[in-house]
């Protein structure tokens, strides 16, 4: 996987060192968690805060976790205390409680804003003509925002909304993008991921409890 990852940066006249791969551990089973870890792989990502406060807190040291799943307000603390980076920031409400916890906390996470580049109406995610100003609004809030996320619609090729993605991360000055999932890693790296998420391409099929 990450011969391919470099393969794929070095194809788009990338430094293989400026794509992070987030291995996403939800719903597989612990072996293979153990497995990956002792690999040597150190960043995962979970969609669910109630799977990962019982897989990651004894697997922590040296792990970088984060979030890649919907955020419920009422669970803001709890993924503050959880996740080093929380990549769904996707609603005012949210942003709202996030800021007010991480004053609590006296601690921010890292933060992506999740844009629902294919304005689907079941996804979460600003829409792209909303974007700019919510990325605004969170940094009217002193969050911490570093860059977009998106998942495409799953039946479109995945390049327009890769595309879309980067550029409403280039106009707002934000460095990361993550996108790409198993079956489309290669073509985010080519759009210009600085992060992809990959799971059974990774893993193996996931195993729902
Ligand atoms: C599950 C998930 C992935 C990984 O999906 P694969 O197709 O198994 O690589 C990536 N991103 C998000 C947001 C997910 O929920």
Known sequence: MLDRIAAAAREAGRDPGDVTLVAVSKQQPDERIEAMLAAGQRVFGENRVQEARVRWPPRRAGVELRLI????????????????????LDRESLARTLADEIQRAGAAPRLMVQVNTGEEPQKAGVRPPQADA??????????????LMCIPPELEPPERHFTLLAKIAGRNGLAKLS?????????AIRCGATSVRVGSALFGGRVPR
């Open 69 to 88: 799943g919907p955020l419920q307000t009422n669970k803001a603390r709890e993924a503050l205390a959880l996740f080093d980076v929380i990549e769904t």
């Open 134 to 147: 919510f990325i605004a609004a969170c940094r009217a809030r002193d969050l911490p925002v570093e860059g």
């Open 179 to 187: 996108m790409g999932m198993s079956a489309d890693y290669e073509v």
